[in-house]
C-alpha cells in the first residue's frame, strides 16, 4: 500500500517540528517537505528531524500551493498553527481542496465547520488528538446524557496548565465545562484557571524538562456541605502522546477520501469509532 502523502503546517512551532520527528520514522507516510507558517516568520526553511522544509507564508501561500500540489500530488495537510488562523486556514484548505486534520483550537468553531460542510472536502477536527483523553470527554459525555444534573448543588474548580507560548484556553477545558453544565453545575468558560507561569508550574509538579510542553487538568467537585469531593486529573508531559492520534486522524480521512466522501468534518470521536 502506498504512503499517505502529508504536509504538516505550523512549522516552526514545537508540535509541528515532534510531527515531523514522528512521521519521517513511520513508513505509512510520506513528508511533503513544505509548511504553511505564520505572518511574522521571516526564515525560508526550517530544520525539523534534520530534514530542511521550506516554509511559505501567507501572502505566499495561494500561489505557493499550486506549486507544490504539481510537484507532490495529493495530500493531506496537518494544521498546528495559531488559535487567529484557525478560520482563514481551514477556508484555504477548503478554497484549494486540501483535506486537513485540524488540531489548533480556538477561532469560530461553528463558523469552521459551516465551510468545511460547505466545501467540496472533508476534514478532521478536534481540540485534543490524544486518544485515551477523547475517551476520557466521551465517557463524560456520556454521563451527561443519561444522568443529567448528577451534580446539582455542586462547586467545580477547572485549572489547565500549559506551556507559556500557549496563547488560549484549552479548548478541552472549554468542552469540559459543557459537559458539567449537564450534569448540574453552573459554571462559565471564564471561570477556568488557565495557568502559564513557569514558577507556578514547577511548584505544582510540572518536571523542568517539560515546562514548555505539557497540559496538566485538574476538575475539583465539591458537595454543598463540603463533605464529598470528586476530583478528576489528566496530566500529560510533552507531546508524543498527541502525534499517535494525529496519524490514525489522518490514515482515519484518508479512507474517508477514498470512499469519495466530501463535506464533512468529523470529530475524533469518529475517528476513536471508526465510523
Excluded at 502506498?2 to 514545537?14: E, R, V, Y
Excluded at 478541552?172 to 449537564?182: D, I, L, Q, S
Excluded at 508550574?201 to 475539583?220: D, E, F, I
Excluded at 480521512?253 to 465510523?275: H, N, P, Q, W
Aim: net charge negative.
Amino acid at each position: 500500500m502506498a504512503a499517505q502523502k502529508i504536509m504538516i503546517n505550523g512549522l516552526p512551532g514545537n508540535v509541528a517540528k515532534m510531527l515531523v520527528s514522528n512521521v519521517i520514522s513511520d513508513d505509512r507516510f510520506e513528508l511533503v517537505e513544505y509548511s504553511l507558517t505564520g505572518p511574522e516568520i521571516t526564515d525560508e526553511v526550517c530544520l525539523a528531524a534534520e530534514r530542511s522544509i521550506a516554509l511559505v507564508t501567507p501572502e505566499n501561500r495561494d500561489t505557493a500551493i499550486k506549486e507544490i500540489r504539481q510537484a507532490a500530488g495529493n495530500f493531506i495537510s496537518i494544521d498546528f498553527t495559531h488559535p487567529a488562523a484557525v478560520n482563514e486556514n481551514a477556508s484555504f484548505y477548503c478554497r484549494h481542496g486540501l483535506p486537513f486534520v485540524m488540531g489548533t483550537t480556538g477561532g469560530d468553531r461553528e463558523a469552521l465547520l459551516q465551510t468545511v460542510a460547505s466545501s467540496s472536502i472533508s476534514a478532521v477536527i478536534a481540540p485534543n488528538m490524544a486518544k485515551q483523553i477523547v475517551g476520557f470527554q466521551a465517557m463524560m459525555a456520556y454521563a451527561a446524557e443519561n444522568f443529567p444534573g448528577l451534580f446539582s448543588g455542586y462547586s467545580l474548580d477547572i485549572k489547565e496548565s500549559h506551556q507559556a507560548a500557549k496563547a488560549d484556553t484549552s479548548g478541552t477545558a472549554k468542552a469540559m465545562v459543557r459537559y458539567f453544565n449537564r450534569l448540574g453545575i453552573d459554571f462559565r468558560e471564564s471561570e477556568i484557571v488557565k495557568i502559564r507561569n513557569p514558577e507556578e508550574q514547577k511548584s505544582m509538579g510540572v518536571p523542568q524538562a517539560h515546562l514548555n510542553g505539557h497540559g496538566w487538568h485538574t476538575y475539583t467537585l465539591v458537595s454543598p456541605d463540603k463533605n464529598a469531593t470528586f476530583q478528576f486529573v489528566h496530566n500529560i508531559n510533552g507531546r508524543d502522546i498527541y502525534a499517535q492520534g494525529t496519524f490514525d486522524a489522518v490514515l482515519f480521512l484518508s479512507e474517508k477520501i477514498r470512499r469519495g466522501e466530501t463535506g464533512r468534518a468529523y470529530s475524533m470521536i469518529d475517528v476513536l469509532k471508526g465510523v
